[in-house]
């Protein structure tokens, strides 16, 4: 999975990720980065300071489904829908 294609479309709407948690568990989120798609109390407050190592593993996205940021690491993607 293209890092910079999945930003453009979790960027776009809202995007069903199926992954493979930390503890070998696989997990389905449906998430977004789309500011129109998030409720207005979950908004960033300002930017978060990342790593350039972190910015290029791993996706931080907003969960629809269980109202929260969560993140998930690009190379344990399964599929993207």
Same mark, same amino acid.
Do not use: Y
């Given at each position: 999975?293209? *890092? @910079?294609?999945? =930003?453009?479309?979790?960027?776009? =709407?809202?995007? *069903?990720?199926?992954? &493979? &948690? &930390?503890? %070998?568990?696989?997990?389905?989120?449906?998430?977004?980065?789309?500011?129109?798609?998030?409720? @207005?109390?979950?908004?960033?407050?300002?930017?978060? $300071?990342?790593?350039?190592?972190?910015?290029?593993?791993? *996706? =931080?996205?907003?969960?629809? &489904? $269980? @109202? %929260?940021? =969560?993140?998930?690491?690009?190379?344990?993607?399964?599929?993207?829908?």
């Amino acid at each position: 999975m293209d *890092i @910079q294609d999945l =930003r453009a479309q979790l960027n776009s =709407r809202v995007v *069903i990720v199926t992954f &493979k &948690k &930390k503890d %070998g568990d696989m997990r389905e989120m449906h998430c977004t980065t789309n500011l129109s798609s998030i409720p @207005q109390s979950s908004h960033p407050k300002g930017a978060t $300071a990342l790593s350039e190592e972190t910015k290029s593993t791993s *996706i =931080r996205a907003f969960d629809v &489904k $269980a @109202q %929260g940021w =969560r993140s998930f690491l690009v190379d344990n993607v399964v599929s993207v829908v």
